[in-house]
């Protein structure tokens, strides 16, 4: 069976492909930020990032679900550089605070292509991700308090994330995410 693919693709499409890239890598950045919390004992931090991992995820696969419901061609990306290695708890915290500006400047810039090429329905897809990333960057901006707040004691940075479960939960408003949301 052919590949759908529209031609010629608009920039606003080839915006949301580079996005689906942009979101697996953060998947897999916020995989190896689990990773590193899980093997330095804090079980509550790890928890919080590989729940980060998912949500990632599902998002690419929500832009995936959209470009085929719309009749465009999906290639899967590989990742980019993924970092491993971090000093302490401040450093893995600011790099995904500093990624999910970065996944904000994107989604606006995403929504902009739309307004230009008067791609009303685009348009409307990406409101629920601008709304997401109020959220996400809030997250990671309180996160990034508590921990510079706990001064190093890692434990009040665990009964933190333990007491007020700010993990990712499941939204009935994101829009639909190829074979289905984690």
């Known amino acids: 069976m052919a590949t759908k693919r529209k031609e ?20 897999q950045q916020y ?20 729940r ?15 470009l085929m419901d719309t009749d465009h061609h999906v290639e899967i990306p590989g990742t980019g550089e993924i970092r491993n290695d971090f000093e302490k708890v401040a450093d893995l915290v600011e ?5 999910e500006r ?10 902009k292509a739309a307004r230009d090429e008067d791609d009303y329905q685009g348009e409307q897809f990406l409101q629920w991700f601008l709304a997401e990333q109020i959220e996400e960057v809030a ?15 890692l434990f009040e940075i665990e009964n933190w994330l333990a007491r007020e479960s700010v993990a990712p939960g499941e939204d009935a408003s994101m829009p639909a995410v190829a074979g289905g949301a984690l």
């Not at 010629?8 to 953060?26: C, G, V």
């Not at 995820?57 to 959209?66: E, G, P, S, V």
Request: proline share 2%.
């Open 8 to 27: 010629p693709r608009s920039k606003f499409y080839e915006l949301l492909q580079q996005q689906i890239h942009t979101e697996f890598n953060a998947s």
């Open 31 to 50: 995989v190896a930020i689990a990773v590193w919390a899980d093997n330095s004992d804090l079980p509550q931090l790890a928890k919080f990032f590989y």
């Open 52 to 66: 980060q991992a998912v949500e990632e995820r599902n998002h690419a696969l929500a832009i995936t679900r959209y």
């Open 95 to 99: 790099l995904a605070l500093e990624q």
């Open 102 to 111: 970065g996944v904000t400047a994107d989604f606006r810039a995403l929504v």
């Open 139 to 153: 997250t990671m901006t309180t996160l990034r308090t508590v921990v510079e707040r706990a001064e190093g004691n």
